[in-house]
């Protein structure tokens, strides 16, 4: 719902047309304002009543982020010292298994700007188990 609402604002403000373009900093690909809009309605579809915006490229939803069964998800609130833990486990745990278990903790959205998950990151020296939601705006 969020995010319908969303992708309306940003339609209305910029007026786009066919002939502008987009890009997509997860692929580094320019696209046309029509493969933009048909790539966030995948993931639209993909995860509904999401409170944010998920900006991974949908071809990598099935992608598996870590061979562990268990992993832990940082969450670090934007503006504030603050970071969250969830833990997710799972036989599979692709990029859409992961995001759908985030969704399930309500995270408090209402508070930051930063509302775009750009990407599921790894800690750096870890060993498959700790992970970073990274949010933008």
Request: glycine residues 2%.
């Amino acid at each position: 719902m969020y995010i319908n609402k969303l992708i309306q604002y940003i339609s209305n403000a910029y007026k786009w047309n066919t002939n502008e373009y987009k890009y997509n900093i997860n692929t580094n690909i320019m696209t046309s304002e029509d493969e933009y809009i048909i790539e966030h309605n995948k993931l639209n579809k993909l995860f509904p009543n999401c409170d944010f915006c998920v900006c991974i490229d949908f071809n990598k939803m099935n992608e598996i982020i870590s061979k562990e069964k268990t992993i832990i998800l940082q969450y670090d609130e934007f503006g504030r010292d603050k970071k969250h833990y969830f833990v997710v486990s799972g036989d599979k745990l692709t990029y859409e298994y992961v995001i759908k278990q985030f969704m399930n903790y309500k995270v408090d959205f209402t508070k930051t700007d930063h509302r775009f998950l750009e990407d599921i990151s790894r800690k750096l020296n870890n060993n498959d188990t700790h992970f970073v939601m990274d949010f933008g705006s």
